[in-house]
């Protein structure tokens, strides 16, 4: 196709689709068109699940198929999904472990112990289910031109955002040194496996049922040559934490690159911190105070009405942190996505974060 | 008349000593709420606990239920305006202009009253949130959220602070003064519930009261105006493009039916949603009250307010959904919050903690209400009787007094 024909094409996209707005006011075409097909909207990303395989015990991998206006992503990029669980929408980032470029991408979950969506995307998620999608992010990325030595350090779920790396590159040197409690708990074990016994990776395996938790002094011994190589480590913080002051203490700290999979949200309890971050106004504020009395105490412009639960002209974005609602003493928390809030009725439980 | 809505005096059970609210109604039905103030806030606790029992089990079926009816909602308006493409053929214009009303009023009544009131915002789905809906009404959302949500739900009933009640343009109690004007009342109030989208509007940019005061109004005040005002022109040109331009030019040379189905399906909306919301505090038996009578309210007498100020419509599931559950006002009233799909479901609780204080929970068919309360547009409309003289020397006094250009107001207090 011309360019001048191409920009013709699109000049009569836009206009087909100005014309559907001035059709569907007060909606929007694609809330038409998701009626139909969810995925062929563009104005939200959705993804269907096409299929779940069991990766082991309480692990398993979601095949997705997102909208159409997807992109793409880089091996070791994580995206954000939203389940609707009870009824109610949560958000957790996954990485990504399928290679780029498919029209279905992957995501291997781990169900933990606790974890509302862990737990609802291994056992409950189906075939079929139309969840909710954001756009790949995150810079646990190779560079362009890879490092002709790597080192990958992982443990755990750590092991996925690896994944899509050892599955889209092939790589010259590559060692991987993955903890998990046993044999059996290696996430993606088979293949890592069968990829070490056809050479393309040295694979150490660390059972920390057996052998205790990977200690960084202990790299000597199993990776001598680990100061040379370009090292990728992602896991629980207290390794990351580890392997940072080591690679410090060996004058090599920018041959370590890191991903944090969520940091641990503030412990829930009475009262606690409240930052209103557009006012820049931090307030401590007791287990029995509204944060909309707290707020409007400390100088912040609120907006507010019934002042009592009921008209909803107080709904405010809680960004982080947990608040309490007094009327039925349910907490929420904020986990990969802001909350709207009603700060009439809601104190701090722990430390919060407001936009307003 | 003003009439007492609890007891001043009266002793408790256990001799403590009462504290009575000083709730006032301007009703002149005899009132029969006669309770303590212990009493209120019992009735409180145990209407906390049925929000309670409903919030513990709010979940997917809920979900489902809205998204369900959004679904359906949006099928039927654009499967009637297909229909409507052929709209010469009369078969095409019955039908699709049948169902467009229909697919209007379940957008206006059941989602987008209930959403915007934030009945679904647990979901946490931003296409289904307060604070992003947008409606098929000439009132931007916004605007509707602070009149209706803000005022009308707090001062529910509140002469004076909730100007719902005859939204400020009538009589609706016989303490209200009448004027010679009133007379027009019920002819005001059919133009209105025909052209209710705009009345509405109107209303909410409180369009009479700015152009009243003019030049009295504050600079901040004549700012807020003005930028509310051109939101609803821009409301108004989408909408009325919509329906008058875009959909007609859409269907060729049925243009002109087309415009005219559009229309017949906003006013067959209009006046739907106009005789329910009247059936919601207008019917005999529906107290209002003073200014004076919710300072210092607690929470337990704004829901003895909301109980005794709101009336329910009965009838089939149908006419609940078309309703928008505005059929159960009176639960509507009391958890605003609450997801319009369980008001059915608590409504015999409601109802039976009426029974146990002896309050009167308003509730009758469509007709009857609807009937009810035109009633009382025409009673008055009338100014009341005096003792010793007729309404209809009153009215003549009063059309005397415009004649020599004297407009007069009375007080419809008996004298005593
Ligand atoms: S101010 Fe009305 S709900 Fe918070």
Known sequence: ?356 | MTQTLATTEQTTTDGSTPTTWQGHALTDAVTTAKLTHEQVEQIGARLDEIRAEVIATRGESDARYIRGVIRAQRWLEASSRVVLLFSKNKVAFVVGTAGLSVAKILENMEIGHNVLHGQWDWMRDPKIHSTTWEWDAVTPAEQWKHSHNETHHTYTNVVGRDNDLGYGIMRVDNAQPWSLKLLGQPFFNLVNATFFEYGIAAYDLELFDNLKKGEDRTPEQRETFRRNAAAVGRKLARQMGKDYLVHPLLSGPNALHTAAANAIANVVRNLWTHSVIICGHFPDGVEVFEKTSIEGETKAQWYLRQMLGSANITGSKFMHLMSGNLSHQIEHHLFPDLPSNRYAEIAPKVKALFEEYGLRYVSGPLPVQVAQAWGKVFRLSLPDREPGRSRWSIIGEAVGQALRGRPTERVAVAAS
């Open chain 1, 1 to 356: 196709m011309t360019s001048r024909s191409a920009a013709l094409s699109r000049l009569i996209g836009r206009a087909a689709w100005g014309l559907g707005a001035l059709v569907a006011t007060p909606v929007l075409p694609d809330d038409y068109v998701a009626l139909v097909n969810p995925l062929q909207a563009r104005d939200v990303l959705r993804a269907r699940v096409l299929a779940k395989m069991a990766e082991g015990v309480g692990v398993a991998t979601l095949v997705l198929r997102p909208s159409r206006s997807w992109t793409t992503h880089r091996p070791g990029q994580y995206l954000r999904i939203g389940v609707d669980i009870a009824g109610v929408r949560h958000w957790r980032a996954y990485s990504v472990t399928s290679p780029p470029g498919a029209r279905e991408l992957t995501i291997t979950v781990k169900a933990k112990g606790d974890g509302l969506v862990s737990t609802h995307l291994v056992e409950r998620a189906r075939p079929g289910d139309v969840i909710m999608l954001d756009l790949a992010t995150g810079d646990f990325v190779l560079p362009e031109t890879l490092p002709d030595k790597l080192l990958f350090l992982t443990a755990g779920s750590g092991i996925t955002p690896v994944m899509a790396m050892l599955r889209a590159y092939r790589f010259g040197d590559v060692v991987v040194l993955h903890s998990a409690r046993s044999a059996d708990d290696v996430i993606f074990g088979d293949e890592l496996r069968s990829a070490a016994a056809e050479g393309q990776l040295v694979l150490l395996e660390r059972h920390t049922d057996a052998q205790g938790r990977l200690d960084p002094t202990e790299l000597d011994d199993l990776v001598p040559d680990w100061r040379e190589r370009e090292t990728y480590a992602c896991g629980p913080a207290e390794l990351l934490a580890g392997l940072e002051a080591h690679f410090e203490a060996a004058g090599v700290a920018d041959r370590l690159h890191v991903e944090r999979f969520q940091t641990e949200a503030a412990a829930v309890g009475e009262g606690g911190t409240a930052r209103f971050v557009r006012s820049g106004v931090e307030v401590e504020t007791d287990g029995a105070t509204t944060l909309l009395q707290a707020g409007e105490d400390a100088g912040v412009l609120l907006k507010s009405g019934c002042r009592m639960g009921i008209c909803f002209s107080c709904v405010t974005k809680l960004t982080a942190g947990s608040v309490r609602d007094l009327r039925t003493g349910e907490t929420t928390t904020v986990h990969d996505e802001p909350i709207h809030i009603q700060t009439c009725v809601s104190a701090s439980a722990g430390a919060c974060q407001l936009d307003a």
